[in-house]
């Protein structure tokens, strides 16, 4: 599985520059997860919500429907905002479901030909505070940490995933905040976004890039910038080299 590759060699050097053939897939499978009480397919919702108020339908909506034993998955059909993007087939999922290495064989199998992307979404409210660190942002405890790493490990034994851009994504942030100004909170947040990266440094390797983005509000368009993001990794050209 991954991305459909062709060879191109430098005489003059010894990496292999491999992309992405001109044969492509329809759409872009992107893997959502979370634990089921941080609720991410609401953020999904108020994403449609929103751009449907814009520009009419952006999202098609869909229900949970069981596909391996009693996993079920959510699978939302995000239409592309521009020509150069393709539509994005966003399968929403339990984290218990992709650290089921069963269940995680059959999701990968409903994604398609590849796993194109991952979307972890976080509610703040899941983040403590260090005991050895108490002056450290906070951050996902050992035990999320385990979860979430064994998750992305899981999936990529089942998929490549080379080509595959990552994006954690912290919502419900406004207890976080708390008094700070909105200046203090934004240098916060960067504080933040760091140090829940560390919570996912072993699996880096794993995916071709990785990005925390703190939701500066409990806006729908605060998670824009990290959408974004994941929706301009998800259209650039595949390439690695090796």
Partial sequence: MGCAMSDETDDNDDIVVKEASSKKQKFNS???????????????????????????????????????GEHTVIIDNLKPDGDDQVPVKCLGVSIATVTDAPACSALVVKAGSAVDGILIVIDAARL?????????????????????????????????LDCSPMLILVKNTAALKGERSDEEWNAYSKKLEAEIMLNLVLVEHSVMVTK?????????????PGMEWLMYQLSRPKKKFT
């Fill in 128 to 160: 403590t505070k260090s005991e050895e660190e108490p002056d450290a942002p906070e951050r996902l405890t050992e035990a999320d940490e385990k979860t979430f790493c064994s998750a992305v490990t899981m999936l990529a034994e089942h998929t490549d």
């Fill in 30 to 68: 992107v893997i959502m997860c979370s634990f089921p009480e941080d609720d991410a397919d609401s953020l999904l919702s108020q994403l449609h919500a929103a751009r449907e108020a814009q520009d009419g339908e952006a999202i098609v909506k869909g229900q949970p429907s069981k596909f391996h």
């Fill in 212 to 224: 925390c983005h703190v939701c500066r509000d409990d806006e729908v368009g605060s998670a824009g």
